[in-house]
């Protein structure tokens, strides 16, 4: 079965500072991968996510995350946070073929103090 | 808006009694996913359909639980008999699974359930 780790619970940071997210999956198969954000009083929201390719995937709102296979990880990172970016974070996992539901971590709850 | 809707928001029932979520998916979309979220706690799959199809269902969907998907469109998830365990968000997502390609999973504002 698929798990996903999330490190960090909650994550307090300055406006402008640098931001690493830590996300680890064990599966020994294909997987894709996904970083959702939660807003608060918002859905759920897919921030990217990894099929194949390029290691280093760019999304939205200026976020990156790399997928290092031979360590199983997923980490999520952004040069510089701003205040918008208050949210709940959530790595996911999905394998590449068949039921594809997605396997989440607990979530990460980023505090960004103006 | 054409993203996946959820009805009711929130519902508050006492233990014991039955209550029922619609999910509406993004019209064109082949597959429905519900998901669970507690308190803390990132979402747990729960089942899914495929089309009409319901083709797996989580060990954490008890007897009490029961979903279906008439004619590929909508979704219904119905649990009997409350119990103060099942409080909880319930989610819905759809995606459009082609057999190239991959499986994007939108998801809708889901259904807050508190078990009194």
């Known amino acids: 079965a698929q798990s996903v780790s999330q490190h960090n619970h909650h994550v307090i940071l300055s406006e402008a500072a640098s931001l690493e997210l830590g996300c680890n999956y064990s599966y020994g198969g294909t997987v894709n991968l996904f970083w959702y954000v939660q807003y608060p009083g918002q859905h759920l929201q897919l921030l990217l996510k990894?099929?194949?390719?390029?290691?280093l995937v760019k999304g939205i709102k200026g976020f990156e995350a790399e997928f290092i296979k031979s360590k199983f990880s997923f980490n999520l990172r952004k040069p510089s946070v701003q205040w918008s970016d208050t949210a709940e974070y959530f790595c996911a996992v999905s394998r590449d073929t068949g039921r594809r539901a997605l396997t989440f971590g607990s979530g990460t709850r980023l505090q960004v103090q103006p | 808006d054409t993203g996946v809707s959820q009805d009711p928001r929130h519902k508050i029932t006492k233990r014991g009694q039955n209550v029922t979520f619609r999910c509406d998916p993004i019209s064109e979309h082949n597959r429905l996913y519900w998901y669970r979220q507690t308190l803390g706690q990132g979402p747990e799959f729960l089942t899914y359909?495929?089309?009409?199809?319901?083709?797996?269902k989580s060990r954490l969907l008890s007897d009490r639980f029961s979903a279906e998907r008439p004619k590929g469109s909508f979704s219904t998830l119905e649990i009997q008999r409350t119990e103060q365990g099942d409080s909880a968000m319930y989610l819905c997502a759809s995606s459009l699974v082609t057999q190239v390609g991959f499986d994007e999973q939108f998801f809708g504002p889901g259904t807050r359930l508190t078990v009194l």
């Open positions: 359909f495929q089309n009409e199809a319901q083709l797996e």
């Open positions: 990894y099929f194949s390719g390029d290691p």
